[in-house]
């Protein structure tokens, strides 16, 4: 991962005698050196370019030593631009006898914390003292500023949601700059991109910065994995939630040469859940997003190869060898293949959503977004236990969250223990027999349209942010001709294939393993399998089964 360490502060000096240039230079290293970043430049033009780079870097700057006799740009008039960019930085203007007016003017104009008058020796005396105790202060101050990505576009941006969800998501810490709401964020931008704004825009601490780019150039800056190592391996597991990771854990625990594949971020479903509960061992809940991280870090000590992001959008099948197709059109070859997508976020098919998604509309998504809801009332459209966690979680920071449920009540389909801290926090609104119709907005979700089930009346309110959970679904075409499934899409397994006969093109002489396919080798564990439980548990306990099929089906493979 790109390392995000936090940079000395630096000291500026401005001179266009390189002379001198070299010899405040000189000074400030040998007292200074170990502390700060001593730089230099030889004019007000120069020392603002670089100024910008630190800018865009967010390295901080704590002084400016700037000769005030330069010709094109004044020493002074160089502090009125750099003191924009940099306002906390302290000012010190180096001045001959002659100028010594315009350095007391310029205590006012650009308040300048102090006038040198050359020669500064030795600068025992006559330097340190004064720099010292201009340091000390600059530094009583000092907050560092934050070192990992930082994020800037509109909170209106399908593209920034993106983002930040990826970020999110991929366990990355990062700031996220609102170009409507901050300064700094224009300013940057500005610096970024002189000719015109493209948003969103990242920023990295190496300096570099990325222009509307997608999951997988962000992923490539910060060290994530999408290509393969080896052409072949024992074990592929596609999809990176509880059931993949556990498989992962368990595969190569077992000595399997095992590579996970995970198009999104590893953690699935699970990862965008606030608090889980009642996952055996922690008995005061933990986030999905830490379950995935301690997942992730298992899986690479047992040297599992985890890729992402990165698809599969489709399995060949060449005895011995299940062929993995994956969206770069690359292709791994194994001998076993896990199947362990789970289900995706089904779609509210009502007018005007589509158009609103990523723009104030958000399936999931509570995390990336909740920080942006501070203050503002939230409408979560679900009774199940994902939009109640979601409520819980939106009501730490938004002002009101609104549950739009259909049914009469939550108690058919919310655990007890959700629906009592439900009921016990004030800005929770549970509105039943509720339905959202329509959305409305230009640019952004503005307003809704909610009928109410049993009467059919319709009200709009206004609303900034829509969030949905209303069950999910698995996305498996890309398996369509290769294993059985049922209409929806879940895959079948085990018993479930042998209604009468075995599956057809089932080659082998004994019946499928509990958790295996219509194809011998491709197994399926989690909630994309037929007839699943679709919990955290469950899916960790097929991951971690599905692996003792794995081993008798490899000991019976030809290679
Ligand atoms: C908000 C929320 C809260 C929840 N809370 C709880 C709870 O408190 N307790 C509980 O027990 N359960 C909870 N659940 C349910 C639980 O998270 C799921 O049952 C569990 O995550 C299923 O795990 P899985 O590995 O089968 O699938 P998933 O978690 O769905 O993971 C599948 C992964 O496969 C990836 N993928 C899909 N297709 C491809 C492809 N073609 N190529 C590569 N990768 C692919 C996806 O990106 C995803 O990361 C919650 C679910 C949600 C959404």
């Not at 910060?222 to 368990?250: N, Q, S």
């Not at 479903?269 to 997942?295: H, K, M």
């Not at 499928?512 to 219509?518: K, Q």
Request: glycine fraction near 8%; charged fraction near 25%; aromatic fraction near 8%.
């Amino acid at each position: 991962m790109a390392k995000s360490t936090q940079a000395k502060p630096a000291l500026l000096t401005v001179d266009d005698d390189p002379e001198v240039l070299r010899a405040v230079e000189r000074d400030l290293r040998r007292e200074y050196g170990d502390r700060f970043r001593v730089l230099r430049a030889e004019s007000g033009a120069t020392a603002l370019e670089a100024l910008k780079q630190l800018k865009l870097r967010n390295d901080p700057v704590a002084l400016f030593l700037v000769d005030q006799r330069m010709p094109q740009m004044s020493g002074v008039e160089f502090l009125e631009e750099a003191m924009q960019l940099f306002p906390e930085a302290k000012r010190v203007l180096l001045t001959a006898y002659a100028d010594t007016d315009a350095a007391i003017r310029a205590i006012n104009n650009v308040k300048t914390d102090y006038y040198l008058l050359k020669p500064w020796d030795p600068p025992e005396e006559r330097l340190y003292p004064v720099l010292n105790d201009l340091l000390d202060d600059w530094l009583s101050s000092f907050r560092p500023p934050f070192t990992g990505i930082r994020v800037i576009g509109s909170r209106w941006s399908p593209q920034s949601h993106q983002i930040k969800d990826f970020l999110a998501r991929n366990q990355v810490p990062y700031q996220w700059m609102d170009i409507e709401a901050d300064e700094e964020a224009h300013r940057l931008v500005e610096y970024a991109e002189p000719d015109g704004p493209h948003l969103p825009l990242v920023l990295l601490s190496d300096g570099s910065r990325l222009i509307q780019p997608s999951n997988g150039q962000i992923a490539e800056k910060i060290g994530l994995k999408t290509r393969a190592e080896k052409p072949f391996y024992d074990l592929v597991i596609v999809g990176g939630g509880p059931a993949g990771l556990a498989a992962a854990v368990y595969g190569a625990s077992e000595g399997l040469s095992t590579v996970m594949i995970e198009k999104e971020a590893p953690g699935g479903q699970a990862g965008s859940s606030s608090r889980i509960e009642n996952y055996l061992g922690f008995p005061v809940g933990l986030s999905g997003g830490d379950l995935a991280r301690r997942a992730v870090t298992q899986a690479r000590r047992f040297g599992v190869e985890i890729l992402t992001p990165q698809e599969v959008k489709g399995v060949r099948v060449e005895d011995p060898y299940r062929i993995v197709q994956l969206a770069d059109d690359s292709e791994i070859n194994c001998h076993a293949l896990l199947i362990a997508t789970g289900v995706a976020w089904r779609k509210l098919d009502v007018p005007g959503l589509q158009e609103l998604t990523g723009r104030g509309v958000y399936y999931g998504a509570a995390q990336a977004e909740a920080l942006s809801c501070q203050g503002e009332e939230v409408y979560i459209v679900g009774g199940a236990n994902s939009a109640g966690q979601a409520a819980m979680y939106f009501s730490k920071y938004a002002r009101k969250v609104t549950m739009l449920v259909r049914g009469d009540s939550l108690t058919k389909s919310m655990s007890q223990y959700l629906i009592d801290q439900i009921s016990a926090q004030d800005n929770i609104k549970v509105q039943v027999h509720s339905s959202v119709v329509e959305a409305k907005g230009e640019n952004s979700l503005e307003a809704i349209t909610i009928a109410n089930t049993l009467t059919g009346e319709k009200e709009t309110r206004p609303a900034t942010s829509l969030f949905i959970f209303i069950g999910a679904l698995p996305r498996t075409d890309w398996l369509d001709g290769v294993v059985e499934r049922d209409k929806q899409g879940f895959i079948l397994s085990g018993p479930e294939l042998m209604r009468h006969r075995r599956p057809r093109g089932w080659n082998l002489d004994r019946d499928p393993f509990l958790l295996e396919a219509s194809v011998p080798g491709i197994f399926v564990a989690g909630d994309v399998r037929y007839g699943s439980v679709k919990r955290v548990a469950s899916g960790v306990g097929e991951g971690s089964i599905a692996i003792q099929f794995v081993h008798q089906y490899l000991s019976k493979v030809g290679g």
